[in-house]
């Protein structure tokens, strides 16, 4: 049976309460602009970073399209992405809430070590913790935690548990450090020669083996092109770490990880956001990298 009728419930719900909502399609990815707003040729919505003149009545553009106007929720063209939906979204910043997603137990742990108690809502994996006030969305700010605010979109999960209370300080300067680590060396654009045995002497595995481990990662990375891709690389990069913890090395993990990067910053993160993300992700096996 379709889930159509009871996910417009939650989001006509959340439209009532000044939270905009969206439909997820599988994946708990947005749904894809129309052909009429392919690579953002009508302009984007006038609430993304570039304003323009979108006035598509499809829920185009992702966050951008959450709406809190139940005549367009309930609309003919919105019918169809309820009818192939598998979860509701929010914007957070619509909201006025800034969402800190917490991956797994570590970050869970992290939390709770360092911020102040909160609203939260179990996840999958993890918690969000939801405090009142917006600011700069940000992803992998630290191992298993993303910032979700302006320009992104968090799944409705429910209603959680305990009292939302202010944004603290804290959370803004995990973004504002983000923002001012400096690139490590050189640029995306001058990347070195892809890895190989020359620079990888002490690697215990085939060529073929580590360039088709690299490849999945990748594409997984160039998939996010709504949110998450900084996290996809962190996770990428632990995988790798993971994959060569046991070569006694140098494995020159450091070149796998400059094309990370170079897919991540592709898809729109901060490259030196996406190089701190690959270098936690590589740090999972210490010393492997020369």
Wanted: with cysteine; charged share 20%.
């Amino acid at each position: 049976m379709s889930t159509a009728p009871a996910l417009l419930d939650i989001a006509l719900m959340l439209a009532a309460h000044g939270i905009p909502p969206l439909p997820l399609r599988a994946g708990k990815l947005p749904f894809g602009n129309c052909p009429d707003c392919a690579d953002n040729a009508c302009g984007s919505r006038p609430n993304m970073k570039n304003p323009g003149p979108c006035t598509c009545p499809q829920p185009c553009h992702g966050w951008a399209a959450a709406t809190t106007d139940p005549s367009v929720l309930t609309s003919r063209p919105w019918a169809s992405a309820w009818r192939r939906a598998a979860a509701v979204a929010y914007h957070p910043g619509g909201a006025g809430v800034t969402v800190v997603d917490l991956d797994d137990p570590a970050a869970v742990d992290w939390a709770r070590a360092t911020l102040p108690a909160t609203l939260t809502v179990a996840t999958t994996r993890g918690e969000h913790w939801v405090y009142r006030g917006v600011m700069r969305s940000a992803n992998n700010v630290r191992p298993g935690v993303d910032v979700k605010s302006h320009m992104q979109y968090a799944r409705w999960l429910g209603h959680g548990t305990g009292r939302m209370t202010m944004l603290p300080s804290f959370v803004r300067a995990l973004v504002v450090k983000e923002d001012t680590t400096p690139a490590r060396e050189g640029v995306v654009s001058s990347l070195r020669a892809p890895w190989d045995r020359s620079v990888a002497t002490g690697c215990r595995h085939t060529e073929r083996y580590v360039r088709t481990g690299l490849e999945r990662g990748l594409a997984l990375v160039r998939a996010r092109t709504e949110s998450g891709a900084g996290s996809q690389a962190f996770g990428t990069a632990r995988f790798l770490a993971v994959q060569h913890a046991a070569c006694p090395g140098p494995c020159a993990l450091d070149v796998l990880g400059e094309e990370i990067v170079a897919a991540a910053v592709a898809v729109g993160v901060p490259e030196g956001y996406a190089r701190r993300a690959v270098t936690n992700g590589l740090a999972m096996a210490v010393g492997r990298a020369a």
